[in-house]
């Protein structure tokens, strides 16, 4: 598969500093999640002509250089059905064709195959090669080679983060594309200790509210060791997010904003 990472800079707290844009085939392929207009992003368009565009999930930090490259290469606009609202909202475009789970998408000398991997975002795809001995996909926000991935606020659910993790590890990838840093060469590792990670977040949270902290706000203060100095309302959300899957497992309380054993 002949895939161009293009990393884009960005103001915005995202992994990295930048997110990822990938060109993937020679010619009449498709771009996928250009962050905003570049030089770099304009070279790559013009040597690999791509016919379409597509985004892994319609965050701001993923979706906005669409509108522009979308008028200025007369691209296809791809989106994922059920949430075309959304991807207007987010990108000022109306789709041109929306594509569902398992639906093939023409790359030019190849074809990707969109994967539904709901978690970090309700609309997230992730995309694979069919076929051949390369088992690459381009994950998104799904995976990253180092740190974690946040999973929280409105669009968060840590149940379905967590079954994308386990749904990839199962297909036994040879290559990750990562919507934020590098390309992932040893996903089965990269993989397992997302996974742990997260487990060993959730057994902390738990700890946190068997011991008594109820709120929040308390719990991230037994839960985490390390400096939140910027990030603490987002490891808020990640708390929350964690509460509301083990809510749902029965394994805490959480109602109204406070948690307790069960």
Same mark, same amino acid.
């Given at each position: 598969?002949?895939?161009?990472?293009?990393?884009?800079?960005? =103001?915005?707290?995202?992994?990295?500093?930048?997110?990822?844009?990938?060109?993937?085939?020679?010619?009449?392929?498709?771009?996928?999640?250009?962050?905003?207009?570049?030089?770099?992003?304009?070279?790559?368009?013009?040597?690999?002509?791509?016919?379409?565009?597509?985004?892994?999930?319609?965050?701001?930090?993923?979706?906005? @250089?669409?509108?522009?490259?979308?008028?200025?290469?007369?691209?296809?606009?791809?989106?994922?059905?059920?949430?075309?609202?959304?991807? =207007?909202?987010?990108? @000022?475009?109306?789709?041109?064709?929306?594509?569902?789970?398992?639906?093939?998408?023409?790359?030019?000398?190849?074809?990707?195959?969109?994967?539904?991997?709901?978690?970090?975002?309700?609309?997230?795809?992730?995309?694979?090669?069919?076929?051949?001995?390369?088992?690459?996909?381009?994950?998104?926000?799904?995976?990253?080679?180092?740190?974690?991935?946040?999973?929280?606020?409105?669009?968060?659910?840590?149940?379905?983060?967590?079954?994308?993790?386990?749904?990839?590890?199962?297909?036994?990838?040879?290559?990750?594309?990562?919507?934020?840093?590098?390309?992932?060469?040893?996903?089965?590792?990269?993989?397992?200790?997302?996974?742990?990670?997260?487990?060993?977040?959730?057994?902390?949270?738990?700890?946190?509210?068997?011991?008594?902290?109820?709120?929040? =706000?308390?719990?991230?203060?037994?839960?985490?060791?390390?400096?939140?100095?910027?990030?603490?309302?987002?490891?808020?959300?990640?708390?929350?997010?964690?509460? =509301?899957?083990?809510?749902?497992?029965?394994?805490?309380?959480?109602?109204?904003?406070?948690?307790?054993?069960?």
């Amino acid at each position: 598969m002949h895939v161009r990472r293009v990393p884009i800079d960005l =103001e915005a707290p995202v992994p990295t500093g930048s997110t990822n844009a990938y060109v993937v085939g020679r010619r009449d392929g498709v771009l996928v999640d250009p962050a905003r207009r570049t030089d770099a992003l304009d070279g790559a368009i013009e040597a690999r002509a791509p016919a379409r565009v597509l985004v892994t999930h319609a965050h701001a930090d993923h979706v906005g @250089g669409v509108a522009d490259y979308a008028a200025e290469y007369d691209l296809t606009v791809l989106a994922r059905t059920g949430y075309g609202k959304r991807f =207007e909202r987010a990108t @000022g475009v109306t789709p041109d064709r929306m594509i569902s789970d398992g639906d093939v998408v023409d790359a030019g000398t190849h074809t990707l195959r969109a994967i539904s991997m709901p978690g970090h975002a309700p609309d997230h795809l992730a995309l694979a090669v069919p076929g051949g001995a390369e088992r690459s996909l381009l994950t998104g926000d799904i995976a990253i080679a180092e740190g974690s991935v946040f999973v929280g606020g409105e669009d968060g659910d840590m149940r379905g983060y967590l079954t994308a993790l386990r749904r990839l590890l199962a297909r036994s990838p040879d290559r990750l594309y990562p919507g934020h840093g590098p390309t992932i060469e040893e996903p089965a590792t990269v993989l397992a200790r997302l996974i742990a990670h997260r487990i060993d977040r959730e057994r902390r949270i738990e700890r946190a509210v068997r011991a008594g902290a109820s709120t929040p =706000e308390q719990i991230v203060e037994r839960a985490y060791e390390k400096s939140l100095d910027g990030v603490r309302d987002l490891a808020r959300k990640t708390v929350i997010a964690h509460l =509301e899957k083990l809510a749902v497992e029965g394994r805490v309380v959480w109602s109204d904003g406070t948690a307790r054993p069960r």
